[in-house]
């Protein structure tokens, strides 16, 4: 992420991730490092494409999976 020197960074926002040790969630990378979470999710993918996974959007499913979940949702097994 490249920043601008010239402007005033106020706030960080949830949609952005660092990797950091588990114990201690110190971040191991610097400081300039910041991962929007579709890369996060891109990186995990690379290790489930392995096993032939991958985590996608849902509104990518086809519309027969898009309605067995609104189903499930509303209750409808």
Same mark, same amino acid.
């Given at each position: 992420?490249?920043?601008?020197?010239?402007?005033?960074?106020?706030?960080?926002?949830?949609?952005?991730?660092?990797?950091? *040790?588990?114990?201690?969630?110190?971040?191991? *990378? !610097?400081?300039?490092?910041?991962?929007?979470?579709t890369s996060?999710?891109?990186?995990?993918?690379?290790?489930?494409?392995?096993?032939m996974l *991958?985590?996608?959007?849902?509104?990518?499913?086809?519309?027969? *999976?898009?309605?067995?979940?609104?189903?499930?949702?509303? !209750?409808?097994?």
């Amino acid at each position: 992420m490249t920043f601008d020197k010239n402007r005033d960074y106020k706030t960080l926002y949830s949609t952005d991730y660092v990797l950091v *040790e588990v114990e201690s969630q110190k971040p191991i *990378e !610097g400081y300039n490092i910041i991962n929007h979470y579709t890369s996060v999710i891109d990186e995990y993918n690379l290790m489930l494409s392995k096993n032939m996974l *991958e985590y996608i959007p849902m509104d990518r499913l086809t519309r027969e *999976e898009q309605n067995k979940y609104l189903n499930a949702m509303k !209750g409808n097994n």
